[in-house]
């Protein structure tokens, strides 16, 4: 099992700051299978990047994903106040489909 | 507008049993594999099963191996999950999820991710 260790695991940022989110994987994930999610308190995860680094439908461009093999990065480039939410990145080239544990994004 | 709408959550006695269902718009459901992940309270997100667009294939977690069946009616766009055998580690909220997913002979090859989900259902087992 591909275990993912996301860091920090909380993050403390100002609006218009950038934000960076590791997701290390205990083994390479194949393709670059790896997506990221936002998911804001009493909501379901909203798909924010696939294969790495290709944004989903509708999100912004202040959001980019890159890394490979074992590294990858989730950077927000200017923290607009609907960011601040937990953010979980997801392997799915290897079985089982695994989740890291999580970054939470709070207002410092 | 996609939307998923998830249902039949509740409290069940540890050894119970309990459906969900998941109704689906605004895109042609028969074209899209679909997922329920699951998270526990305070806790990370795990996916559970899936199912092909078909039906015809289905995909489980260990965890839920032979204890949980998923399936879908694609003249009803609904998606279901049966649990069976539950136990207190199964409490969680339940999320429906269309998923992009590759499979070639019957396996996985790439996916799932989660495209869009629904609002969630919260299971509860406990005496």
């Known amino acids: 099992e591909i275990v993912l260790t996301q860091s920090p695991g909380t993050l403390s940022l100002s609006p218009g700051e950038r934000g960076t989110l590791s997701c290390r994987a205990s083994?390479?994930?194949?393709?670059?299978?790896l997506a990221w999610y936002q998911q804001k308190p009493g909501q379901a995860p909203r798909l924010l990047i696939y294969?790495?680094?290709s944004r989903a439908t509708g999100i912004p461009d202040r959001f980019s994903g890159s890394g490979s093999g074992t590294d990858f990065t989730l950077t927000i480039s200017r923290l607009e106040p609907e960011d601040f939410a937990v953010y979980y990145c997801q392997q799915y080239g290897n079985s089982p489909k695994t989740f890291g544990q999580g970054t939470k994004v709070e207002i410092k | 507008e996609v939307q998923l709408l998830g249902s039949g959550g509740g409290l069940v006695q540890p050894g119970g049993s309990l459906r969900l269902s998941c109704a689906a718009s605004g895109f042609t459901f028969s074209s899209y594999a679909m997922s329920w992940v699951r998270q526990a309270p305070g806790r990370g997100l795990e996916w559970v099963s899936a199912?092909?667009?078909?039906?015809?294939?289905?995909y489980y977690a260990d965890s839920v191996k032979g204890r949980f069946t998923i399936s879908r009616d694609n003249s009803k766009t609904t998606l279901y999950l049966q649990m069976n055998s539950l136990t207190a580690e199964d409490t969680a909220v339940y999320y429906c999820?269309?998923?992009?997913?590759?499979?070639?002979?019957?396996?996985?090859?790439?996916?799932?991710?989660?495209?869009?989900w629904g609002q969630g259902t919260l299971v509860t087992v406990s005496s």
């Open positions: 999820a269309n998923s992009i997913m590759i499979t070639f002979g019957g396996v996985i090859v790439k996916g799932p991710y989660f495209e869009y």
């Open positions: 083994q390479s994930v194949s393709s670059s299978y």
């Open positions: 199912i092909s667009g078909s039906g015809g294939s289905t």
């Open positions: 294969g790495a680094s």
